[in-house]
């Protein structure tokens, strides 16, 4: 059987393998490619510039802001950014020595490694927040109306498999 002939089991659906791409979905995946590029780009020049942060730097803080006790399983960490484990950890070695991030070992698996945001990294995230937020309203956002980022959320939910609509 050849590659254009066979396909690929996919949420329930049969795609032939090597099949072009319909105008329709060319388009969108395109068009999401391109503004998930551009906004994470926007929004990364702004931490940089205006707190010497990266936006991968921010997503650690602001998950560790969340979690409960501001501490979060290296493991657990990693999913939540998107990154490996080997990214997650260079990345939290970064924020160790800049005093953002303390590392603590989990008393429940002698395996396990917590990233704890410190006081100062509460303090730096506090302060980069509010510019962060801004600049997602403004080149996000506000380009849409209510009824578009309901659609858009919509759309997009299901294909992060395990995230859970908000509705």
């Not at 949420?11 to 391109?34: H, N, T």
Request: aromatic share 4%; hydrophobic share 40%; proline share 4%.
């Amino acid at each position: 059987m050849s590659n254009i002939t066979q396909s690929n089991k996919l949420m329930g659906q049969y795609i032939p393998v090597g099949s072009e791409l319909k105008p329709a979905e060319l388009r969108a995946w395109r068009a999401f490619l391109d503004a998930q590029a551009t906004l994470l780009r926007r929004l990364e020049a702004e931490l940089v510039a205006g707190e010497g942060m990266t936006l991968a730097e921010f997503d650690v803080l602001a998950q560790l802001g969340r979690a409960e006790d501001g501490r979060l399983r290296m493991s657990d960490l990693s999913e939540r950014v998107r990154l490996s484990p080997s990214g997650i950890t260079r990345l939290v070695d970064r924020l160790v020595r800049a005093g953002l991030v303390k590392r603590g070992n989990c008393a429940t698996d002698r395996r396990g490694t917590w990233a704890i945001l410190t006081t100062e990294g509460t303090a730096r995230l506090r302060r980069a927040r509010p510019l962060h937020l801004r600049g997602v309203r403004q080149h996000f956002a506000r380009r849409l109306s209510p009824a578009q980022l309901d659609e858009l959320a919509d759309a997009l939910e299901p294909l992060t498999g395990d995230r859970v609509s908000s509705k």
